[in-house]
């Protein structure tokens, strides 16, 4: 019994200490739903930027409220890196997206989504 509650909590533990490292994974679906109605490219940057900065300043404000930033600006660059390479190499253009921005609004559905709906 005591190993099981160990491992719950080393695993508690595991995904808050990684906890950047997923977030930049799940931040380009939330940032196309937030940049639905910006339509300058500079702009869409910003919000990007700061979704992230304020994704890391979330997810460590324990280090900053102690002084200690080193941390949460490291995982502002994890965050940031990771999501424009999750966006850039996987989601720009994906079906997801596709799904995303018919959803909000931004294109009309395709021709596949039409024919199913009969």
Do not use: H
Not at 9 to 17: D, L, P, Q
Not at 72 to 93: D, P
Request: hydrophobic fraction near 45%; charge should be negative; include cysteine.
């Amino acid at each position: 019994m005591d190993y099981i509650v160990g491992l719950i909590f080393a695993t508690g533990n595991a995904i808050v200490e990684n906890a950047p490292y997923l977030a930049g994974v799940l931040l380009p679906p939330l940032v196309t739903i937030l940049n639905r109605d910006v339509p300058d490219s500079r702009a869409r940057f910003l919000v990007a930027t700061m979704t992230c900065l304020i994704t890391g300043a979330i997810l460590d404000w324990k280090q900053i409220a102690y002084g200690t930033p080193e941390k949460a600006v490291e995982s502002i660059g994890i965050i940031f890196l990771e999501s424009q390479a999750v966006y850039r190499l996987y989601f720009k253009g994906s079906y997801v997206e596709q799904q995303i921005q018919e959803r909000i609004g931004k294109l009309q559905p395709s021709t596949e989504t039409e024919l199913e709906r009969g």
